[in-house]
């Protein structure tokens, strides 16, 4: 996920200008989302921001900005998570962290097994201290959640599609041999590594190997976490990733596509034949390891990851829902079009209905590639930006149908409110946590047929107002 990109980084994205003076609207443009969503609430953003905290099931999100390069380090808070969990409790990190060394120690019988030198395990183990900063960050919780139209302004730019167009014709032999060996299309490869990174340039700047290490220790998701750091110490000592050059996120995902540790010890591959899997410094290797992920989720060759359509009036929203897979001519058969009046190519394409704004919005016939790419990341605004970005690079078109913009976004504490109140209501939405997962928007699918309303499972103001008056 990291290499440069294809034309010359603007100067206000050097690590030497990540301060508030420099972030003016000309140079914010081309930012990586991950540093741009942070402008929503108004702080300053830099590296090594989380980008799975912009989507709707964030286990890492912040809204915390982190720390601008050049500043001091910011420290712990000192305050309880928020999670409640016993081991996130600030007498508990303290406890925790006071003990680091010796559960760094402890993991040496584990690192021996993955065959781990003692030399390497010392040497990478010698002088780490825990970086309780990230206590904060992993049960921060957000204040505020971004509509899919704002997703893709974020993400889907004209610098990015620029700057990927530009990237395809710098790396096109190693574009070839990926799609040679693994069929899967180039764009989505250069698209991942442009919503990832911004093709190199925003990847992180935290050790990997410090940011497992702390979480591996300290903290409600050790298991997790020590996994990761056993995986990132065997990068090391194969001689894959050069230690200096595991930075990242505070999670741990590093390169230019982002790969955590484990990710990588699944996917990665020696693609120029090095004897190394470089996602870091190689392009050949980065862009072929991004494929193998893709096509061993399930990537089919030839297909496409979606498509736009116009859905009929009086419509069954009742059939949007990821489990109603159909063939495009049985979609067909009940009215669905794709847009600009294009025919499908291959009627007998299997795809799910997705209307992520609700019949006020553009809809979608998601076939298995989407799904392949939700593998990447789980969350559908992250995977229908990604096959918007790459249908640009191709030289495709924006989407036809207007996003309802009038519509709020439900805060973080709506949504909570919203699941109470279904729940209350008899519907099953779980345990209610303020995320719109399967179940809440089955619910509020039946809430709205219930009532009269189209049921289509968005949740705007107006149906939370209605919700509040029974």
């Known amino acids: 996920m990291t290499v440069a990109m294809g034309r010359p980084t603007p100067k206000c994205l050097t690590p030497k200008c990540l301060t508030p003076k420099c972030l003016t609207p000309k140079c914010l443009v081309p930012m990586s989302a991950a540093v741009a969503v942070l ?7 830099a590296a090594q921001f989380d980008l799975r905290s912009l989507f709707s099931t964030p286990k890492t999100a912040t809204q915390t900005p982190p720390q601008v390069p050049g500043q001091a380090a910011r420290e712990w808070t000192g305050e309880d998570g928020a999670s409640g969990h016993p081991l996130m409790r600030a007498a508990a990190i303290r406890g925790a962290a006071a003990n680091f060394a010796t559960c760094l120690e402890g993991l040496w019988p584990l690192a021996h097994r993955r065959n781990v030198p003692r030399a390497v395990f010392d040497k990478l183990m010698a002088g780490v201290t825990p970086d309780l900063r990230i206590m904060d960050l992993v049960d921060a ?37 990926m799609e040679k060996a693994y069929g899967v299309d180039r764009h989505v490869i250069a698209a991942i590594w442009g919503i990832e990174s911004n093709y190199g340039t925003q990847i992180g700047d935290r050790s990997v190997i410090r940011s497992t290490a702390t979480l591996a220790c300290i903290g409600r998701r050790q298991d997790f976490f020590r996994d990761e750091l056993l995986a990132a110490l065997e990068i090391v000592a194969r001689g894959d990733v050069r230690e200096e050059h595991l930075r990242g996120s505070w999670a741990g995902a590093f390169g230019p596509t982002q790969f955590m540790p ?7 591959v020696d693609a120029d034949g090095d004897g190394r899997r470089d996602v870091v410094e190689s392009v050949p290797d980065l862009v072929a390891s991004t494929a193998n992920h893709l096509k061993r989720e399930g990537w089919l060759s030839g ?31 009940v009215g669905i079009r794709r847009a600009g009046g294009k025919q499908f190519p291959r009627a007998n394409d299997r795809a799910f209905l997705l209307v992520p704004a609700g019949a006020q919005g553009p809809s979608f016939l998601m076939l298995q590639n989407f799904r392949s790419i939700m593998k990447y990341n789980p969350s559908e605004a992250y995977a229908l930006a990604i096959g918007h970005l790459a249908d640009r690079l191709r030289g495709g078109e924006p989407f036809i149908q207007a ?20 729940a209350r209501g008899g519907y099953d939405v779980g345990e209610p946590d303020g995320r719109f997962g399967p179940r809440t928007r089955n619910a509020l699918r039946s809430f709205q047929k219930a009532v009269g309303a189209t049921p289509d499972g968005f949740a705007t103001v107006a149906i939370l107002e209605r919700l509040r008056g029974r």
């Open 39 to 45: 402008l929503a609430s108004a702080v300053p953003a």
């Open 403 to 422: 996003w309802p913009r009038h519509e709020r976004m439900l805060s973080h504490a709506e949504r909570l409110e919203l699941q109470q109140l279904l």
């Open 141 to 177: 919780q957000p204040e505020f959640t971004k509509a899919p139209w704002e997703y893709l302004d974020i993400l889907v730019t004209d610098a990015r599609i620029a700057d990927g167009r530009a990237i395809l014709a710098k790396h096109r032999a190693a574009f070839d041999g």
């Open 303 to 333: 297909q496409n990851w979606g498509y736009e359509v116009v859905v009929p009036k009086g419509f069954n929203y009742l059939l949007a829902d990821r489990s109603e897979m159909k063939t495009m001519r049985e979609w067909e058969k």
């Open 262 to 268: 484990t990710t990588y010890r699944r996917f990665a």
